[in-house]
């Protein structure tokens, strides 16, 4: 069952075309990459998905809401973990996970299982601006989770992250994988590659391929997924 489907959606910003005529649809329970260099329209496209900022034309229809009337309908389903972290620095990080619950209602178990999920425990007292950025994003994305969303939004969530802690954090996705609709945006082809069950490659606010890693390897006739992409992106641009 498709969660999210997109049709003909574009975004103008004056002249500039940040998305052009785009149309995906992703399935429930996936994890679904979004790829693309620099200025290729995924921050819009997930800002139009969240409600952030207005699409330019299009349909959009997440969980059967329509974006432009149910909206707020929308909001209850999703969560993000936008690029910069969303923590509060003087809470600890306990503190951090209980603001967050007592919004949503949330009780004790959801904060049990949220901090074993994400390995949280030691640093439970320790106030999130002492924390590493390794933790400090595990926390964002943790906190991301209390509203126990049905699709969740990760923009870059291992940007600047040493290659321990990112691997940490993938395996802490995988863990979700299934259970929640997961859309992520990564510069690291390698992320994509071991964490994607399909993905979509923008550039210049157009929509190139979707599809497995396998099937864009087999389409552009490459060994490797990062050849794949500068293969695709190339021949757009020649
Ligand atoms: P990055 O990988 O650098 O984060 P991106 O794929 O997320 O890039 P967007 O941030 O979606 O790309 O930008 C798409 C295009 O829209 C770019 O050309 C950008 O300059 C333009 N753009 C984005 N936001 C605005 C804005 N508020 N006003 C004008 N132009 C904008």
């Known amino acids: 069952m498709n969660i999210i489907t997109i049709d003909n959606v574009c975004k103008n910003y004056k002249a500039k075309k940040a998305l052009d005529n785009v149309s995906l649809s992703i399935k429930q329970g996936e994890l679904f990459g979004l790829l693309g260099v620099n200025g290729a329209g995924k921050t819009t496209l997930i800002k139009i998905l969240c409600g952030l900022t ?100 990760l923009d870059e969530p291992t940007l600047g992250l040493d290659v321990f802690a990112r691997r940490e954090l993938w395996n802490i996705i995988k863990k979700l994988q299934k259970n929640i609709t997961i859309i992520l945006t990564s510069h690291y082809l390698e992320e994509i590659e071991n964490l994607c069950d399909r993905v979509a490659i923008l550039s210049n606010g157009k929509l190139l391929k979707t599809g497995t890693i396998e099937e864009i390897k087999q389409i552009t006739n490459t060994q490797n997924f990062e050849d794949a992409f500068i293969k695709l992106v190339e021949a757009k641009n020649e």
């Open 54 to 153: 207005r699409k330019t034309s299009g349909t959009i229809m997440i969980n059967n809401f329509n974006l432009d009337k149910e909206i707020n309908k929308i909001k209850e389903i999703i969560d993000i973990s936008p690029q910069e972290t969303s923590v509060a620095n003087n809470l600890t990080v306990k503190e951090n996970l209980e603001f967050f619950a007592n919004i949503y209602n949330n009780n004790a178990n959801t904060i049990k299982e949220i901090v074993d999920i994400f390995n949280l425990n030691e640093v439970l007292n320790q106030r999130a601006k002492t924390l590493s950025g390794g933790y400090k994003r595990r926390l964002s994305i943790a906190i991301a989770l209390i509203s126990k969303p049905k699709i969740l939004f």
